[in-house]
């Protein structure tokens, strides 16, 4: 079954992750779909999500990803770039710009869409 979201349709319920909002647009089967928001300075917590690939899209903004052993595989990103996070890979995004970035995020796999965490493997 087709579905038009518009932004005002989108839902805030989603599991958050300190630092960071994210906008739940379409939840349908192993996919989910929606935005997040990470205000410059902001650092977010570490987490995964579970069973799902992960493909983020940078709409606006700088975005630092974090990940690896100890969080020291870092990659950056601005508008149009795409950033892709593999199943149970612990990580966390930061702003390090003076704007808000935002991303369209596209998830599927099974399992929880966020499950925070206190950190890396060290």
Request: contains cysteine; hydrophobic residues 30%; negative net charge.
């Amino acid at each position: 079954m087709a579905k038009h979201v518009r932004p005002s349709d989108m839902r805030a319920e989603t599991t958050q992750t300190t630092g960071m909002s994210r906008a739940e647009a379409i939840r349908a089967g192993s996919v989910w779909s929606g935005t997040v928001t990470t205000q410059p300075g902001m650092t977010s917590g570490w987490h995964h999500h579970d069973g799902h690939e992960t493909v983020i899209y940078v709409v606006e903004g700088t975005f630092r990803f974090e990940t690896g052993p100890g969080g020291r595989t870092v990659m950056e990103g601005g508008a149009g770039d795409f950033i892709y996070v593999g199943p149970r890979e612990i990580h966390r995004e930061i702003n390090p710009g003076s704007t808000a970035c935002t991303a369209v995020i596209v998830r599927a796999g099974n399992g929880e869409i966020v499950v925070n965490v206190d950190g890396p493997e060290p």
